[in-house]
Every structure is written in C-alpha cells, then in structure tokens.
C-alpha cells in the first residue's frame, strides 16, 4: 500500500489564519545565545504537529508551481523546515553546512560578519545547471548566510528560483541583501 507522504489540509484548513496562532507559538528567549538579543524559539511550532503541518505548506505554496528540483535548507534550524517542504514539493534535499560537516566533496564560501568572517559548504555534486532552486531557512535577520547560500548555489549554475524563510526580523534589513531575488516570510518582526 503506497502511501503519499506530502502534508494534506482539508477543506477545513484556516489558511492565513494561522499566522496568529505561529505568532502566538513563537516564544520570545530574551538574552540568547547572548545579552541584548531576543531569539525567536520556534521549538513550540514543531510541538504542534497540525500547526507545523500548515506552516510547511504555506512555506512551500508560493512556490508550487515554480518546478522546483532542490530545496537547499541551511544549518541547522533551516533543516527542520527544508525536509518537509522538499517533501511537499517533491524535490531533492540539499544540506548546506558548517565547514567540515559533509563527509564528501564540497564547494564552499565565505562571507562577512560583523567582526570576523564564516564559511558554508554544500556537497560539489548536489545541484546541476539542469536544477531549480529553493532556500530554505528558519528566519531571515541580517541576510548573510541566506545570501552565502545563494553565491554556493550561483556558483553551480543552476536557478534560483527564491527563499522561503518562517520570520523575517525586518529591523535587521535582510532583505535589502538579497535584493533582485524572490524573498517570501510567513511572519515579520518590526
């Protein structure tokens, strides 16, 4: 017996009224990982599995129909949203990591931090000039990594097709990074 794995909402399905209950889910962890910041914990999101459900799948709608063959998520927390929307859209999950995490061949960049600089890495072989592109990730603050992810994968010569993030921090100007791409955020931060 097959059984299709993609996550279903039925008739009954709240659509955007969601984004109150995500709103309410998300809890506020003041001074993490360090003083002065407000992290945004999604853990109570993926507590509620009918909640998650709906949120992967508004995730992913905006680009249902953008033939997508990869969803690229970024370590770690994009991970837990790029599985099931890859799921949902029926394409390929690509990991992309700290440097020394993947155990084969990778391609790798670096960019800029406040004080200092960061890599990330993405398996050589994961995604074609043929491929078309989704990034994934948890939230959206300053766009450095988003848009590191987006230089590994010009670098392969595939299209971009977008991002797909849960929060974007708009105060952080994030978006202003990735400017010229797709950016789509169910929730936003001012």
Known sequence: MSRDFKFQLNSRSRGPLILDDLKRAIRDVKDFPKPGIVFKDVTPVLLDMKLFA?????????????????????ESRGFLFGVPIALELGAGLVPIRKPGKLPAATQRVEYALEYGTDALEMHHDAVGPDDR????????????????????????????????????????????????????????YA
């Open 54 to 74: 709906e949120t992967v799948k508004l995730m992913a709608a905006p680009y249902r129909e953008a033939g997508i063959t990869r969803v690229v998520s970024i």
């Open 133 to 188: 592109v989704l990034i994934v990730d948890d939230v959206l603050a300053t766009g450095g990594t988003a848009n590191a992810a987006a230089q590994l994968i010009g670098g392969t010569g595939a299209a971009l097709s977008g991002f797909s993030f849960l929060i974007e921090l708009d105060f952080l100007k994030g978006r202003q990074r990735l400017q010229g791409r797709r950016v789509e955020a169910l929730l936003h």
